[in-house]
């Protein structure tokens, strides 16, 4: 098997009649991490989104290990793991419910250990069965940080990851990534802060004029 | 096929933990039916007559009381995200929410309606009829009311934009549900009836799914 590789070429990209960016192509390897950087409206988000094929880019190409992704749209959805600037949780169930339910909308129920290990990844277990609704910003962010991990998937996407988080948080996510990427995983974050990962590559996004 | 019982399990589950935002739509069924007797007057060849008519309207009305939230939810919480980049069929997902609604809404008004068909005056033949129609037409409504839920993702005011696309879309439904209580007035079997409303059905299940994944795609951009 080749190894996990993400090439996107000549990627370009409409929104609301402005072209957020033109011809953008980068390689992402195995263990890699992709630091998205830019002004407010540079078009981080954007990206993530055409990369997880929510959005529509106008051309370009995205290929995985070589092949375009677009042709099988639900294998490359499996290999995701995505983070928003909406966590994708659900108030009325507790943390436990929602990672669980998270995990079976992806097709196949988790071993009881890895939640329990994504839990205890972000210092959750003592939170497992309050409803999410209770929590504050920052622990419903990291309840969306396990998710990701226990998702296995070979490819994160992450959109402002430390937002909300306290430093111990940020401590834990930066491990949780570190110990992602020498497992042979990729990563693109869209931030605009400094993720604090010394071997992040860094892509900066410019505003298209 | 496990992540569509997940998701069914998922909404069953949410609507478990807020049984209240069901509890108004079933009083809301009962409050309008009961309401047209006592309006009209205890005038019982009347009563029989517009009872079918109007058990359907507000059953009708009852399953859009609870649809504008059907993917609004998950689309302000995120988790619209997740359900796009599922690794299986929009299609199913959205399926998958109409059924729940179905389950939650349209199967507890095939139960209620009998017992409100009672106070009308129906007997015993026109209340067995009453809830097969309704059994066989309301996932119709689900389906439909789901299809405007998606379209109307986003806007503003959507639960009258809703109300105005799925409503002129339910007529057939409406027409054949009510008529079949009538064909037996005068003494036919009402079998057509509900072989067209089960068609309608069929209609609905073989194309809303699409249309639906296509508005929620949209709406995810």
Known sequence: ?209 | MSGFTALVARDLHLVWRRPGDVAVVLAFFVVATVLFPLGIGPESNLLARIAAGVLWCAALFASLLSLDRLFASDYEDGTLDLLLLAPWPLELAALAKCLAHWIVTGLPLCVLAPFLGIAFGLDGPDLLALAATLLVGTPTLSLIGGLAAALTLGARRSGALLALLALPLCVPTLIFGAGAIETMAIGRNFTTHLAILAALALVALATTPWAMAAALRQAGE
């Open chain 1, 1 to 209: 098997m080749a190894p996990p590789l993400l090439d996107v070429i000549d990627l370009a990209c409409r929104r609301g009649g402005r072209q957020v960016f033109d011809r953008l192509s980068f390689v992402v390897g195995a263990g890699e991490l992709l630091a998205l950087t830019g002004r407010n409206g540079s078009g981080k988000t954007t990206l993530l989104r055409a990369l997880a094929l929510l959005v529509r880019p106008d051309a370009g190409t995205i290929q995985w290990q070589g092949a375009e992704v677009r042709a099988e749209p639900e294998a490359w959805r499996g290999r995701l793991a995505w983070l928003g600037h909406l966590e994708g949780l659900k108030g009325d169930l507790s943390v436990r419910e929602n990672l669980l339910s998270a995990e079976r909308l992806r097709g196949g129920p988790p071993a009881d250990d890895r939640l329990d290990s994504a839990l205890l990844a972000f210092d959750l277990t003592s939170l497992a069965a309050r409803p999410v609704r209770t929590l504050s910003a920052g622990q419903r962010r990291r309840v969306a940080l396990a998710r990701v991990v226990l998702s296995q998937a070979p490819l994160w996407l992450l959109d402002e990851p430390l937002n909300a988080l306290d430093a111990p948080a940020q401590a834990a996510f930066r491990l949780a990534l570190q110990n992602h990427l020498a497992a042979g995983g990729l990563a693109v974050a869209a931030t605009h802060v400094d993720l604090g990962m010394p071997a992040a590559r860094a892509l900066e996004l410019d505003l298209v004029k």
